[in-house]
């Protein structure tokens, strides 16, 4: 049996959206919204499994962004504070902060840097390696449930539209 006989292809949410904007709004093309609000909805439901699988495993999702950097570094699993700031996409401050409250909690420790005397390296501690794959595992569990109507196949194609989609928009950052 394949996902499409056990998906229900009933009219969804976004299809009364579509058809009210397309009668009120005949004169636009809302075609767009067929595609775009399926991708705001399914992230507004990564957004709660990863929450979800973050706080059962004790993190918040700036914890976990900051832990698994550090974790796809590989060992020794170190970044400077300036590499961290590029991977999550955060303020030098924010990092620092960041690196505060995960260095209190003894997920992190700072090093000196031996490149740079007045530099540091942020290291995951085996307390923060072990929190980090435990809350990845938990978020991977969720991710094959929100992908479960999809097969291999269907997976793979909507990866590689999505990847179009997005690729001129990671082409500016």
Known sequence: MNAESTVDHSVDEVDRIVAAWRRERADLDVAPLEVLSRVTRLARHLDRAR??????HGLEVWEFDVLAALRRAGAPYELSPGQLVTQTLVTSGTMTNRVDRLATRGLVERLP???DRRGVIV????????????AFAGLLAREHVLLAGLDDTQRAALSDLLQRLVAPFDAQA
Do not use: K, Q, Y
């Open 123 to 134: 290291r995951l501690t085996a307390a923060g390696r072990s929190a980090v794959d435990d």
């Open 51 to 56: 929450a979800a699988a973050f706080t059962e």
């Open 113 to 115: 840097d031996p490149r």
